[in-house]
């Protein structure tokens, strides 16, 4: 039997009457829009919507960013390898809403990261090609990041002693910006609640509900106790990623694919020596893999292959983890690769249009459908211009012929465009407070301020007060991360999480640095029951 964390007893919970207060809410009010799939796409989908005025639902089957939303590789970029297509247009739209990301909407979660781009003997691409490239995407972005240059080896070698050096003519060097996916998307369902959204995880659509041939809502089962519920909208849109076709079917039992999957795997490791810059390496003319310092881990990939079976079932096989590994040698000195760093491995898929060719060239754009019943199918995107994307589907809702909802809602363009998610703050000025300001007894580690601090931007202050309120939350998750229990009790009460995975995988960083024991599981679980 285990024995419950210290904490735990004093913590009271209220998940389970919160869970049951808002599927309440959601199967009693009448919502203007329904928005089925909390990924990226649906969340900033919902989170403008309900800036818009209108009234709206969010639900998911699993956890908020559970599958693809929270499997990316952590980037917030312009999109280099786009520049070889000639689509300069694409390239500056992403560096502008890179820098709005950086410095107004989520200064708190996005991070400058500089990369180096390694040119070798015999390899793809030259150093003239690759210069004049990344000074081209440094313009793009009006130099905001410094000018794109190329440097020697040994000034290169010396910011990543882990590089391999052997045949290695130049580097360029350029700069963009990474995130916690899963942290960005959590804190983007919070601001979608916060403008007026109602949204409830692990609550699977098990059938549409239909008025006069029109799609007015959905049947739902909660996934945690059973509960079955349904809500009623004037409008429903299917953004559930690799699984739109399978909603798409529920609306008209015959209708044709739309879309096809591309699987993307990564590994993380653990770090061995510094690592002041990424690595994106060639691997072909078209191709990069990225080794990047990421949560004091090394994240490697990714591939890019077809796959076609369950969606559910996706993850990074012993092929896709050797492939990684071999790409990544190209540039990283083979003792720092070593299988015993391994610590986590996952994959998600890419949402592609359905089409002709390879998933390496297929269109990586949103496409938005409407079926034989009103439903409006939403697929597609990317990390850098989800607040975009969102901003263009909503548009597209209040432009359609008979649309049920443009008098309802304020023109998209009316809307304030720069709302910063919720926490937004500088970090360092977090840090400096949680620091300063912290009780003799309920005194956190460095490590654990910082990781509050660039994880929860000024909410980190209401973490340290759960600390203050009960010290033994302040004791680390696991002695080799700088989780605490604290982080646990607030995944649990402010952020949805209802499962071990949703608060060691997306909550938090335990997961991915392989922290996650028997133990902390047992314990998480108790905590999430309230003992």
Known sequence: MNTPHPAAAAVATTATERRAETRDRLATAAYDLLVVGGGILGTSVAWHAAQSGL????????????????????????????????????????????????????????????????????????????????????????????????????????????????????????GDHQMNDARVAVMTVRAAVESGAAVLNHAEVTGLRFTRGRVTGADLRDRLDGTEFGVTARLVLNATGPWVDHLRRMEDPGAEPSIRLSKGAHIVLRRTVPWRAALATPVDKYRITFALPWEDQLLLGTTDEEYEGDPAEVHATEADIRQI????????????????????????????????????????????????????????????????????????????????????????????????LPGVANPDAVAHRLLADRDPGAALAPATVRHLATHYGSLAFEIADLVRRNPALGERVHPEGPEIWAQVVYARDREWAGTVDDVLRRRTTVTIRGLDTEEVRARVADLLRGH
């Open 55 to 174: 009234r709206v639902a969010m639900v998911d089957a699993g956890d908020f960013a559970g599958a693809t939303s929270s499997a990316s590789s952590k980037l917030v970029h312009g999109g280099l390898r786009y520049l070889q297509t000639g689509a300069v247009r694409l390239v500056a739209e992403n560096h502008h809403e890179r820098r709005v990301l950086s410095r107004d909407v989520a200064p708190h979660l996005v991070n400058p990261l500089t990369f180096h781009l390694p040119v070798y003997r015999g390899g793809p691409h030259g150093a003239a090609k690759l210069g004049a490239g990344v000074f081209a995407y440094s313009a793009l972005s009006a130099f905001g990041d410094g000018v794109g240059r190329v440097i020697s080896p040994a000034k290169a070698a010396a910011a990543n002693p882990a590089l391999r050096t052997e045949h290695l003519k130049a580097v360029a060097v350029y």
């Open 325 to 420: 590994l071999d790409e990544a040698a190209l540039s990283i000195r083979d003792e720092h690769l070593s299988r015993s760093l391994l610590t986590y491995a996952f994959a998600g898929l890419r949402v592609l249009p359905a089409g002709p060719g390879g998933v390496t060239s297929a269109r990586r754009e949103t496409v938005v459908s409407e079926g034989s019943g009103g439903m409006l199918s939403v697929a597609g995107g990317k990390w850098t211009t989800y607040r975009h994307i969102g901003r263009t589907v909503l548009d597209k809702v209040a432009k359609l012929p008979g649309s049920v909802l443009a008098e309802d809602m304020a023109p998209v363009g009316d809307l304030v465009r720069r709302v910063p």
